[in-house]
């Protein structure tokens, strides 16, 4: 927020306007002051091209479905100018997605670029590339890798991907990935070549740590993402389907870390079936879609941008609740944020000494979910960190300089 000046009378030659001096000072610094909601850090998933080698039924980046669109790529000398004005709005957090990120021809710079400015870089790859570029791109500060994973058969899996031979670069990215102490978690869209009681042993049989799911998108997006296929008959899923899948998810996790949590799990649940939502999304307000062009969204299914990134100082915070799709990432992030927004929130409410307001927020009745999910997701988060360090620890004797 700008520091606003003190009126120009105060400091008129030969003015000893003391009191009014004190009282603009003191509106200055209260003007300066972030707000109690700055204190909580945001997230942004950044699409720094349009390009994808891949062929995967469900996408819309598929290679066979782009054959007329103009591939994209991201600027890096612009995104660099953008950098410091994302951090301004809290973005602590950024996850470089595609299409296919590693058909960037500058992708380790925007990885560098994206760790020096003082945020956590992850990236989601179909994992092709990995044995070319996980070793630059962790030198570079990437802190976090996803790959995606379409079955618990890697035949049918490379087969939906077009990628045939990908299940030996997946070994060896993921062997060099744990060998720089990334944590890699697989990323699985819910859709019928899953079967999910076979899904463990074959994460564990490539290395991964944790599994994140994703749901079906067949409508179109609202903003320049492709995640999506109207036509595909492997996420055609009905509601009693998805349910199901639901509830599988919440007993793999008794066999395998699933980073969803259930109280997320259960507000896609309450979506399905039509029943009111509990926790309003973070879309605009602690989590954002920024795309090739460098146009910054509510969330990748807003219909339009809130503008240019290089708008993004004036563009207002979005805090009209929202619950119009399902989309996982956005679910479970606005799950496990929800008490830290509601205390925000009522600890602003206190400072501007509206008492009622404050007892209002603190009641919002997604507050136990927001909590469990919290308690839920905290122990898996730090025997995941254990694990990381102690691959960085291994890989400094090592891979000397990769620590």
Avoid at 43 to 49: A, P
Avoid at 51 to 66: Q, Y
Avoid at 222 to 235: C, K, M, Q
Avoid at 261 to 279: I, K, M
Wanted: aromatic share 8%; with cysteine; proline share 6%.
């Amino acid at each position: 927020m700008e520091t606003q000046s003190p009126p120009v009378s105060s400091f008129r030659l030969g003015e000893q306007n003391v009191g009014a001096s004190t009282q603009d000072n003191r509106e200055t610094t209260e003007a300066s002051r972030p707000s109690p909601g700055a204190w909580l850090p945001a997230i942004c998933d950044f699409s720094v091209t349009n390009a994808c080698n891949a062929a995967c039924d469900f996408c819309g980046f598929a290679r066979n479905k782009m054959l007329i669109e103009p591939r994209r790529y991201v600027d890096p000398d612009d995104f660099e100018l953008a950098l410091p004005i994302l951090y301004r709005r809290g973005i602590r957090s950024m996850t470089l997605q595609g299409g296919e990120p590693l058909m960037h021809p500058d992708i380790v710079e925007l990885v560098s670029l994206v760790a020096s400015a003082g945020m956590q870089c992850g990236l989601i790859t179909n994992g092709w590339f990995l044995p070319r570029y996980i070793s630059p791109l962790a030198d570079a500060g990437l802190r976090r890798l996803e790959v995606s994973i379409d079955s618990a058969d890697l035949v049918e899996h490379e087969k939906n991907r077009g990628l045939g031979g990908l299940t030996k670069r997946l070994v060896e990215g993921i062997r060099h990935a744990h060998a720089y102490g990334l944590p890699v978690v697989a990323s699985v869209t819910m859709n019928r070549l899953v079967r999910y009681d076979m899904l463990p042993e074959m994460l564990k049989s490539l290395g991964f740590d944790a599994v994140a799911f994703s749901y079906p998108r067949r409508e179109p997006l609202g903003s320049t993402s492709l995640a999506y296929d109207r036509l595909s008959h492997l996420i055609d899923l009905d509601r009693d389907e998805i349910l199901a899948a639901i509830g599988e998810i919440a007993r793999l996790k008794n066999r395998f870390p699933v980073l969803n949590p259930n109280a997320s799990l259960a507000e896609v649940a309450r979506y399905v079936r039509g029943e009111p939502q509990r926790v309003p999304c973070i879309g605009g307000y602690k989590y954002f879609y920024l795309d090739w062009n460098l146009n910054i969204w509510r969330c990748e299914a807003w219909d339009k941008p809130l503008g240019s990134v290089f708008e993004l100082d004036s563009i207002p915070e979005q805090r009209e609740p929202c619950n119009a799709c399902m989309m996982g990432r956005y679910r479970d992030a606005s799950v496990v944020m929800h008490a830290g927004v509601v205390a925000t929130d009522a600890l602003q409410s206190l400072m501007d000494g509206n008492v009622r307001a404050t007892v209002t927020h603190l009641f919002r009745r997604g507050i136990p979910l927001s909590l469990s999910a919290l308690a839920e997701q905290m122990p898996r988060m730090r025997r995941l960190t254990r694990k990381q360090r102690r691959r960085r620890a291994t890989a400094s004797t090592v891979l000397p300089g990769c620590a």
